[in-house]
């Protein structure tokens, strides 16, 4: 039987700070065979995790949080950081971590890191779900690699992140410390694990056909006009008032998105910076975006307002304990930074829908730059903007 406990710490020590929050989330436990640690780009991370192998050999897996996190009794943050711990203990279940920086072949090293997750859980199986954290802009990459090896298993998870984009975010596996790369958790178990992916924004009617694309990530044109006029057009602004980091702010109400081919999931791309190119042609102003994107394919304007952003998190929640047939046992709440970002001082409300709907059963949610998960008879897909909730079944 699975069961789980959530611990949590802003003392200004960073080891004291990994200790505290390990010593109250694996109490009066034997079976611990995964640590979920969410932190700050504050502390020092790894005297955090000393702290943490100090009282717990089981491994860590996670990733730096923006700005706070929320658990069980609130929000969480700190003028010298923060740290939060869900530990999982299972005597049946298994698990497999592995974590590889950055290279020439991401997906080489995606490949990489599934052999050594399968090698460390002592078997020779595909997993039955997995948990996935990487670095900005790479995760795409990374996620075609490990499913070359285990094929498509469902997966949740999301990128790591800091509290303003300067780079200071961190992906954490045991002893493993790194600003670029990739790490794995892969489950063995019988047990249920499901997840809701989800953005909850509604479709507008303004859409159009990508018609070039940079780099994967920039947006140049749609229908053949710059990326950036359209849409400006589209949310009734100025492009000059679009530039640089204005863009992403003003877009987190107003994001763009992309449907599945089977229609399932509409996957959200966030537009982070409005791009001035400094020429005259016809695609001067670009559009770099929170995630991959390719030509000839169809994108869509999505609008939300605040109420809405925290509805969803109430709605995501539901819809993942629908696809649950037995009891919950731990919740991994995977919530976007921006998002956070538009609810500001009104995370309290988020907080009293997450009671609500866990009722009791331990829970951590950070705050991540982008998130990963699947719709019904969808891929496993990398999107901006979005939740990712995962419930893991105590039987």
Known sequence: ???????????????????????????????????????????????????????????????????????????????????????????????????HESGKDNRKIGRKVAIEAVENANTTRAPAYFF????????????????????????????????EINENWKIICNDKCFTSGVAVAFFYTDNEIVTSFSGCYKETNNMGLITEVKNDHILVSIDGVSALKKYAHWINESPLDLKDRDLLKKSITKPLGIKDPLGNITVIRHPMFGNDMGTRTTSDDTITLSNKIVEKTAIIQLEANTDQLIEGVTTTLRDAKKKLYRVPAAYILIHCAARKMAIGERIDEVHKRVLRETRGVPFIMPFTFAQYGYSTHSANICGGLMLSFTIFGKN
């Open 1 to 99: 039987m699975l069961k789980s406990k959530v611990g949590y710490s802003t003392n200004p020590d960073s080891f004291l700070m990994g200790f505290e929050s390990i010593k109250q989330s694996t109490k009066d436990f034997e079976n611990v065979k995964l640590n979920f640690l969410f932190t700050s780009e504050k502390a020092d991370i790894k005297k955090v995790v000393k702290g943490i192998n100090s009282e717990t050999k089981a491994p860590i897996i996670g990733c730096t949080s923006s700005e706070g996190i929320l658990v069980p009794d609130g929000y969480i943050t700190g003028e010298d950081g923060f740290t939060g711990v869900l530990s999982l203990n299972d005597p049946n279940l298994v698990v497999g971590v592995a974590a």
């Open 132 to 163: 996935m954290v990487a670095s900005k802009d790479e995760e795409e990459e990374f996620l075609m690699g490990i499913q070359d090896v285990i094929g498509r298993v469902p997966m949740f998870g999301g990128t790591a992140a800091d509290d």
